[in-house]
């Protein structure tokens, strides 16, 4: 079974610009999770989507915002993008919604300059 | 809000020793615990989940261990390998708000 899919793996972008990254989760797991790890805040938790409603939030601004399609694949958009935003994004499925066990991809490492 | 602890940050062992490492969150109303290892640069592969109701999980030499009614929980790596070097992070998921909430992980490195 194929495992959790990232697209693009790196991105560089400039201040102002956005982004739009893209994961593709695991053949029948229909939530997908996206998280933000940085050497200074660690990994947190960015929004939760299942059968394409979002289902959990974090505490990250609206230039944050998410979505997912009927096949849950599911990508997320960064807007007006700042310094702080250079991270590695981490996409995780999961076959039930709410604690279920997490398969994360191999994430995109995103740089602002 | 809950938090989570990883203690030591990092560890370094010679081949054979047995790894301990530590976890403790703030908040006992957790739905699960799962522990994480990460390589440099990659993604996080799973290596165990423990439901709240459960007091241990096995798998081959890695043993983890949960106390709820302290947050505590402790992962155990049985002779350990140069292979094992990585960074584990230990994540709660609330049985409130269904979060998963990461600790800052420990950084393992096992000398050949």
């Known amino acids: 079974k194929a495992g959790v899919t990232q697209t693009p793996r790196y991105l560089i972008k400039t201040r102002g610009q956005q982004v739009t990254l893209s994961c593709s989760p695991i053949s029948g797991h229909r939530s997908v999770s996206w998280y933000q790890q940085t050497p ?3 990994l947190q938790f960015l929004f939760e989507y299942f059968s394409e409603t979002q289902r959990n939030k974090g505490n990250f601004p609206g230039r944050f915002s998410g979505r997912q399609f009927s096949n849950s694949r599911s990508e997320m958009n960064v807007s007006t ?3 702080g935003d250079s991270a590695l994004y981490l996409c995780a499925s999961s076959f039930s919604i709410g604690g279920g066990e997490q ?3 191999p994430g995109t490492r995103l740089t602002v300059t | ?3 989570v602890t990883q203690i030591p940050a990092a560890l370094s062992v010679p081949e054979g020793e047995n790894l301990v490492l530590n976890c403790s969150f703030t908040d006992s109303a957790i739905y699960n615990l799962q522990w994480f290892r990460q390589d440099p640069g990659k993604g996080l592969t799973s290596l165990l989940l423990i439901q709240s109701s459960q ?4 798998s ?3 043993n983890a261990s949960l106390d709820k009614s302290s947050g505590r929980s402790t992962l155990y790596i049985a002779a350990s390998q140069p292979g094992d070097s990585a960074t584990y992070l230990c994540a709660v998921v609330g049985s409130n708000d269904y979060k998963l909430s990461f600790g800052a992980g420990t950084t393992v490195t096992v000398r050949a």
């Open chain 1, 40 to 42: 200074g805040q660690g």
């Open chain 1, 81 to 83: 993008l700042e310094l």
């Open chain 1, 103 to 105: 398969y994360f991809g």
């Open chain 2, 1 to 3: 809000k809950q938090e």
């Open chain 2, 55 to 58: 007091r241990e999980q096995t």
């Open chain 2, 60 to 62: 081959g030499r890695l």
